[in-house]
């Protein structure tokens, strides 16, 4: 199936037959546009590590969500997808925030 078919992908990090780094991998190696919503409940430091590598195989890291998360931040994040895969197709990456669930807002 053609990912780019979807908008974006929830990815909870710690699944238990694949690690996030692998599947952010697989996602690069299939050329994935959409946005990508990083979930985990690891410490915050590992979801910024995969976010940044995520970044850097090209990939749209949209946000991140620490579990458990609140509506209202998934919300927020869902909201911001459209634009974010509008300008998917500047070459300069988002700019990557530390807090909770925004990365690349203006």
Request: glycine share 6%.
């Amino acid at each position: 199936k053609n990912l780019n078919t979807f908008d974006c992908i929830m990815l909870d990090i710690w699944l238990s037959d694949c690690y996030g780094e692998e599947s952010l991998e697989i996602l690069a190696e299939q050329s994935y546009q959409g946005a990508i919503v990083l979930v985990s409940g690891t410490p915050k430091e590992e979801i910024n590590r995969l976010a940044t590598k995520g970044l850097k195989l090209g990939l749209f890291i949209a946000g991140y969500l620490t579990k458990p998360f609140r509506k209202q931040d998934l919300m927020e994040i869902l909201t911001r997808v459209p634009q974010f895969r509008t300008s998917f197709s500047n070459p300069r990456p988002p700019e990557y925030s530390h807090t909770n669930a925004s990365i690349g807002a203006h």
